[in-house]
């Protein structure tokens, strides 16, 4: 009873072991997917689709669900639900104290996801207001989730005009970018303060950080576009309508590339609005045109308004023509907008209606038809019931006779069985006493010709022996006698019919390996270790190990097949 307990307790010991190395084993995996997040996220986003998380423990499980998300906002996602991020944060919430940075990642990402919603309200601020708490106590201190969390909190305090908290929040997250020493964090942090003034009318202000940001080293497109465009809100603001539109040259230059081919409409309208201020209505009427002709989404109702800039300079112009078709396509635009609402109402409605005349038929028919079908289905029953009555009887009588039958079988086989498995027992045991005595034997053999070996090379090398020439030359030659007579007989030990019994090598793989090879191989069969394959070949154990370890890279290299148990011990 005991012995049942222990064995019980071992293997729940066993499995938990297990169970604990797979979990630290998915902990690491995603550990590596998280370090990449910064710089590869699509890499992450295709890697963790060939995670199951269904297969992870309830933390590793938060883990992927928070990469996931972290990775797909990385990614530009649409977010339409908070529903993921939500479970991720109750999951974390109870490993807070073990791993704290996580837990303030996924409360940090649930306000980012709901912000990305257009949610702005406390439901988004409050948990990037806890996560950025969290981020403060934690040594080593994660400065960039620090900035993310506190740049959103500026942000959306912006969204809500609450300015004096969000100049607080942004001054705060440009102090943690200067800690980073990032160009791409400070120039975010300075954007979000430049916008935030021009948005109040604080032109002075918004110079200032204007000619901060003109410092900056800024080598991709993005950024010289997104500079640019704040240079040129900043002068149309204060009425410099030429150097305004001098910039928004430059901005359509910089996005003469075919990744910005259908984002150019809003820089053709500004460039025509401000032709239009400074009372150009030719070039004004340029820039309408083309803002038009690149028009993709005909459906957007935004485009009412680049027709109407078009039908009024044209009006201006007295191009009458131009000025109506212009207008008419605003209309339309307008109009398809509102039949687009009326035609999914009017198709909701149909589609109403034709489910509500499928059921009235479909229940006309039943009231039709039920009490016949509930006949047919009662004689129906009664006959198979007395079909099923018949045959169960036959099975009944038919299965007494066939178990008979095999009972008297299976007491035949067993008897037999028992008998071949004593007679493989012995057999078995029979062997592995005479492999275990040979081994021992041989293993004693070993020990004494090293023991005498190391004798006649200590006896050699003292230096007393040594001055003497007659017994340092008998004992010289007293080594090599030893040495020759103790030096295997490859030829004599092994065939090729033995090895492939031993290792189950192939006959066509047996010529790849030389005689040495082979022998090796037969030891390691017969589980002799490195010190008695030492002695055997006349050589170090350090010796064997490297032979061992040319012996692997051989196999692999030829893709030689040996039994598992070989393979583990080379």
Same mark, same amino acid.
């Given at each position: ?5 222990? !064995? ?24 590596? !997917? ?51 991020? $939500? ?18 990642? *996924? !409360? ?64 705060? *997250? ?24 021009? $948005?109040?009318? $604080? ?18 497109? %993005?950024?010289? &576009? ?11 603001? +204060? ?8 910039? =928004? ?12 081919? $259908? ?59 131009? *000025? ?21 109402? &009017? ?42 009555? /018949? ?10 006779? =066939? ?6 079988? =299976? ?12 007679? =493989? ?25 090293? %023991? ?33 007579? +103790? ?5 004599? !030990? ?13 006959? %066509? ?47 692999? /290299? ?13």
């Amino acid at each position: 009873m005991k012995q049942i307990i222990y !064995l019980c307790l071992f293997v729940v010991t066993f499995i938990s072991f297990s169970a604990c190395r797979q979990n630290s084993a998915d902990t690491q995996r995603l550990a590596r !997917l998280d370090s990449l997040l910064a710089i590869q996220p699509k890499l992450v986003s295709d890697s963790l689709k060939l995670i199951n998380p269904d297969n992870l423990n309830n933390y590793n499980r938060a883990y992927y669900n928070l990469l996931d998300v972290v990775a797909k906002d990385k990614t530009y996602f649409n977010f339409s639900s908070d529903s993921l991020i $939500n479970s991720t944060v109750d999951a974390f919430s109870t490993y807070r104290s073990r791993t704290p940075r996580n837990y303030a990642r *996924s !409360l940090m990402y649930q306000g980012i996801v709901r912000y990305r919603m257009n949610i702005t309200d406390s439901t988004a601020y409050l948990p990037l207001k806890e996560a950025a708490d969290i981020f403060i106590t934690i040594t080593p201190p994660d400065l960039r989730n620090q900035y993310l969390c506190l740049y959103c909190l500026a942000e959306i305090h912006d969204k809500n005009r609450n300015y004096l908290f969000a100049k607080n929040y942004f001054r705060k *997250s440009v102090e943690v970018a200067i800690q980073i020493q990032d160009t791409s964090y400070l120039y975010s942090g300075y954007s979000g303060m430049f916008w935030m003034n021009i $948005n109040q009318s $604080n032109f002075e202000e918004a110079k200032k950080y204007l000619d901060t940001i003109s410092k900056f080293v800024l080598p991709s497109d %993005e950024y010289q &576009i997104s500079f640019r465009n704040m240079q040129s809100v900043y002068f149309e603001r +204060t009425g410099q309508g030429q150097q305004s539109l001098d910039l =928004e040259k430059q901005i359509l230059k910089l996005k003469n590339k075919p990744e910005y081919k $259908n984002n150019l409409l809003v820089n053709y309208y500004n460039i025509s609005k401000s032709y239009s201020k400074i009372n150009q209505p030719d070039s004004a009427l340029k820039y309408a045109i083309s803002c038009i002709q690149s028009i993709c989404d005909t459906s957007n109702l935004v485009n009412q308004y680049y027709y109407l800039n078009t039908a009024e300079i044209a009006e201006q112009l007295k191009m009458w023509e131009r *000025s109506s078709t212009s207008y008419k396509k605003a209309y339309e635009t307008v109009a398809k907008n509102n039949s687009k609402d009326l035609d999914t109402k &009017i198709l909701e409605l149909d589609k109403k209606y034709d489910l509500t005349e499928a059921e009235n038929k479909v229940l006309r028919l039943r009231s039709n038809t039920i009490l016949l079908i509930g006949l047919l289905l009662v004689l129906l029953l009664v006959l198979f019931a007395l079909v099923l009555y /018949q045959i169960k009887q036959r099975q009944i009588k038919y299965l007494i006779e =066939e178990r008979a039958k095999l009972l008297e079988t =299976e007491k035949r086989l067993l008897k037999d069985k028992h008998e071949v498995l004593m007679n =493989e027992n012995l057999k078995n045991e029979q062997e592995l006493l005479n492999k275990q005595l040979v081994l021992s034997f041989f293993q004693q053999v070993s020990m004494q010709n090293f %023991e005498m070996k190391s004798f006649l090379y200590d006896m050699k090398a003292n230096p007393y022996i040594a001055d003497n020439k007659i017994i340092y030359s008998k004992i010289s030659k007293t080594c090599e006698n030893y040495n020759q007579k +103790t030096k295997i007989n490859n030829s004599n !030990l092994l065939s090729d019919d033995k090895l492939m019994k031993l290792t189950g090598i192939s006959n %066509e793989d047996i010529k790849k390996l030389n005689k040495s090879e082979r022998l090796i191989l037969l030891l390691i069969a017969i589980n002799v270790d490195n010190l008695g394959m030492a002695v055997l070949f006349n050589t170090t154990t350090d010796s064997i190990r490297n032979r061992k370890s040319q012996l692997k890279k051989k196999l692999e /290299q030829n893709k030689i097949l040996l039994n598992e148990q070989i393979r583990n011990f080379i």
